[in-house]
C-alpha cells in the first residue's frame, strides 16, 4: 500500500502524479526530467515542439520568434557563466536552410537538451503565447483614444473597396430587394470577423483555409439561408463555430460586426461594410483560382476541389450582390444596430449568469467536501 504511494523516481516523497505516456507516479517536476524517466519525458517535449511547429494556424515568423527566443535564453545563460550550456554553436546557425513549415523533425533533432526542456518550460507557463502580438483590427481603428493613430494609416489598414461592383437595380429587374437581405449581411460579416480573429490577421497568409472556414461559418453563403432577423443571422453563425470557441470570444464578435456596420461616421457609415464585403469577395476569389489550379494540377484531387469550387462559385455571386445591394441600399443596415445591440446584451447576461451559476456551484461542492482533521478517513485492519 504505502509503495504504490512513493514516487517510482525518487521513492521518497509521494507520488502526486502520473506519467499519461508510461503511467509511472511521480512527485513533480524534477522527478519527470530525472534521467531515469529521459526516454518518456524527451518523447513529450518531442510532442510538444512538432506540435507548435506544426501548427498551420500560426505563422512562419511567430514560429521564428518562438525559435530566437530559445536562442535568446540560450545566449543570456551562456553569458551568466552556465557552465552546463551546451557548446553547439547558435541556434540560428544550427537551424539555417532548414523550412520551418516543413522541417520539423529537423528542427527538433538539432535542438540541444536543455533548449527542448526550455521549450516545453514556455509553453507551459504561457511564454510561446507573449511572443504573438494580438492583431488590431482595421475596424478598431478609427475609435482608438490611447494610440495616436494618422489618417494615412487608418485608410492603409482599411480594405480597399473594389471598383466594379455590380449595379442592384440591373441585378433586380423585375422585383425589390427583400428585406431580410440586411440579416443576410449581417450573417457574413460575422462570418468575416470570425475568421479575421481566428488567424490573428493573417488571413491572406492562408487565404485556401480562411477562405473556406469564412463560406462554413455563414449558413447564407453556404447554404442559401435567409434569416428573418439580425438576432437569427448572429445563432447561424455560432451554431457553426461556436464547438470551437469560447462564449466570451463569440460575444465579442458581435460587438466587431456592431462597429462594422456602424462605420466611423461622419456620413462615411458605408465605407467598413464595403471594405468587409471587398475583403471576403478577394478572399473567396483568391481560394477559388487556388482551387482550379488544384484541379488542373492534380485531377486526382478533383472530388473535394470541385465541391469546394462550386461552394464558392455560388459563396461569390452572393457577397458580389451584397456588394450592390450596399452601394444602393445599405444605410438600411443602421436600423439593424439597435437589435444586435440588444443581442450583444442578452448574450453577456446570459454568460454572466452561466458563470455565477458555476461559481455557485464550485462553492457548494466546495463546502460538501469533508474537512482534513488529520485524522485518517481509512484505516487498515489488523
Same mark, same amino acid.
Given at each position: 500500500?504505502?509503495?504504490?504511494?512513493?514516487?517510482?523516481?525518487?521513492?521518497?516523497?509521494?507520488?502526486?502524479?502520473?506519467?499519461?505516456?508510461?503511467?509511472?507516479?511521480?512527485?513533480?517536476?524534477?522527478?519527470?526530467?530525472?534521467?531515469?524517466?529521459?526516454?518518456?519525458?524527451?518523447?513529450?517535449?518531442?510532442?510538444?515542439?512538432?506540435?507548435?511547429?506544426?501548427?498551420?494556424?500560426?505563422?512562419?515568423?511567430?514560429?521564428?520568434? +518562438?525559435?530566437? +527566443?530559445?536562442?535568446?535564453?540560450?545566449?543570456?545563460?551562456?553569458?551568466?557563466?552556465?557552465? %552546463? *550550456?551546451? =557548446?553547439?554553436? =547558435?541556434? !540560428?546557425?544550427?537551424?539555417?536552410?532548414?523550412?520551418?513549415?516543413?522541417?520539423?523533425?529537423?528542427?527538433?533533432?538539432?535542438?540541444?537538451?536543455?533548449?527542448?526542456?526550455?521549450?516545453?518550460? +514556455?509553453?507551459?507557463?504561457?511564454?510561446?503565447?507573449?511572443?504573438?502580438?494580438?492583431?488590431?483590427?482595421?475596424?478598431?481603428?478609427?475609435?482608438?483614444?490611447?494610440?495616436?493613430?494618422?489618417? =494615412?494609416?487608418? %485608410?492603409?489598414?482599411?480594405?480597399?473597396?473594389?471598383?466594379?461592383? $455590380?449595379?442592384?437595380?440591373?441585378?433586380?429587374?423585375?422585383?425589390?430587394?427583400?428585406?431580410?437581405?440586411?440579416?443576410?449581411?449581417?450573417?457574413?460579416?460575422?462570418?468575416?470577423?470570425?475568421?479575421?480573429?481566428?488567424?490573428?490577421?493573417?488571413?491572406?497568409?492562408? $487565404?485556401?483555409?480562411?477562405?473556406?472556414?469564412?463560406?462554413?461559418?455563414?449558413?447564407?453563403?453556404?447554404?442559401?439561408?435567409?434569416?428573418?432577423?439580425?438576432?437569427?443571422?448572429?445563432?447561424?453563425?455560432?451554431?457553426?463555430?461556436?464547438?470551437?470557441? *469560447?462564449?466570451?470570444?463569440?460575444?465579442?464578435?458581435?460587438?466587431?460586426?456592431?462597429?462594422?456596420?456602424?462605420?466611423?461616421?461622419?456620413?462615411?457609415?458605408?465605407?467598413?461594410?464595403?471594405?468587409?464585403?471587398?475583403?471576403?469577395?478577394?478572399?473567396?476569389?483568391?481560394?477559388?483560382?487556388?482551387?482550379?489550379?488544384?484541379?488542373?494540377?492534380?485531377?486526382?484531387?478533383?472530388? =473535394? !476541389?470541385?465541391?469546394?469550387?462550386?461552394?464558392?462559385?455560388?459563396?461569390?455571386?452572393?457577397?458580389?450582390?451584397?456588394?450592390?445591394?450596399?452601394?444602393?441600399?445599405? +444605410?438600411?443596415?443602421?436600423?439593424?444596430?439597435?437589435?444586435?445591440?440588444?443581442?450583444?446584451?442578452?448574450?453577456?447576461?446570459?454568460?454572466?449568469?452561466?458563470? %455565477?451559476?458555476?461559481?455557485?456551484?464550485?462553492?457548494?461542492?466546495?463546502?460538501?467536501?469533508?474537512?482534513?482533521?488529520?485524522?485518517?478517513?481509512?484505516?487498515?485492519?489488523?
Amino acid at each position: 500500500m504505502e509503495e504504490a504511494r512513493t514516487c517510482k523516481i525518487c521513492h521518497k516523497d509521494p507520488a502526486k502524479y502520473t506519467c499519461p505516456r508510461c503511467n509511472i507516479g511521480y512527485c513533480g517536476l524534477t522527478c519527470y526530467r530525472d534521467k531515469v524517466h529521459g526516454d518518456c519525458s524527451e518523447a513529450f517535449y518531442k510532442e510538444c515542439c512538432m506540435e507548435a511547429l506544426e501548427n498551420h494556424d500560426v505563422s512562419s515568423e511567430e514560429k521564428q520568434k +518562438m525559435l530566437e +527566443m530559445l536562442d535568446r535564453f540560450e545566449k543570456e545563460e551562456a553569458e551568466n557563466g552556465d557552465s %552546463e *550550456s551546451d =557548446d553547439d554553436g =547558435d541556434l !540560428s546557425e544550427r537551424l539555417a536552410g532548414l523550412d520551418l513549415d516543413n522541417d520539423t523533425e529537423l528542427i527538433w533533432n538539432r535542438l540541444t537538451e536543455k533548449e527542448k526542456a526550455r521549450f516545453n518550460e +514556455m509553453m507551459k507557463n504561457g511564454q510561446l503565447s507573449d511572443l504573438v502580438e494580438v492583431w488590431t483590427p482595421w475596424w478598431d481603428l478609427k475609435r482608438e483614444k490611447i494610440r495616436d493613430v494618422s489618417t =494615412d494609416e487608418i %485608410e492603409n489598414r482599411t480594405p480597399a473597396v473594389i471598383e466594379k461592383i $455590380p449595379d442592384i437595380s440591373k441585378l433586380l429587374t423585375k422585383s425589390k430587394p427583400s428585406a431580410d437581405i440586411r440579416n443576410n449581411v449581417v450573417n457574413a460579416l460575422f462570418a468575416y470577423v470570425f475568421v479575421c480573429r481566428l488567424y490573428n490577421g493573417t488571413h491572406w497568409d492562408c $487565404p485556401r483555409e480562411a477562405a473556406l472556414k469564412l463560406v462554413k461559418g455563414s449558413d447564407v453563403l453556404s447554404k442559401g439561408s435567409v434569416c428573418s432577423s439580425p438576432g437569427e443571422a448572429i445563432q447561424l453563425s455560432m451554431t457553426n463555430i461556436e464547438f470551437q470557441q *469560447s462564449q466570451e470570444f463569440l460575444i465579442n464578435l458581435v460587438n466587431d460586426v456592431i462597429k462594422i456596420i456602424r462605420g466611423p461616421g461622419r456620413g462615411e457609415e458605408l465605407i467598413f461594410v464595403m471594405a468587409a464585403l471587398s475583403e471576403i469577395l478577394q478572399l473567396l476569389k483568391k481560394c477559388h483560382s487556388l482551387l482550379k489550379k488544384d484541379i488542373k494540377v492534380s485531377p486526382a484531387l478533383s472530388s =473535394d !476541389s470541385q465541391e469546394g469550387k462550386q461552394l464558392l462559385f455560388l459563396a461569390i455571386k452572393k457577397v458580389e450582390f451584397y456588394l450592390g445591394w450596399s452601394q444602393k441600399c445599405g +444605410m438600411i443596415l443602421q436600423s439593424v444596430l439597435p437589435e444586435l445591440r440588444l443581442e450583444h446584451g442578452r448574450l453577456r447576461e446570459e454568460l454572466q449568469e452561466a458563470n %455565477e451559476i458555476k461559481e455557485s456551484i464550485e462553492r457548494n461542492l466546495s463546502n460538501l467536501r469533508p474537512s482534513n482533521t488529520g485524522r485518517k478517513l481509512v484505516e487498515e485492519l489488523k
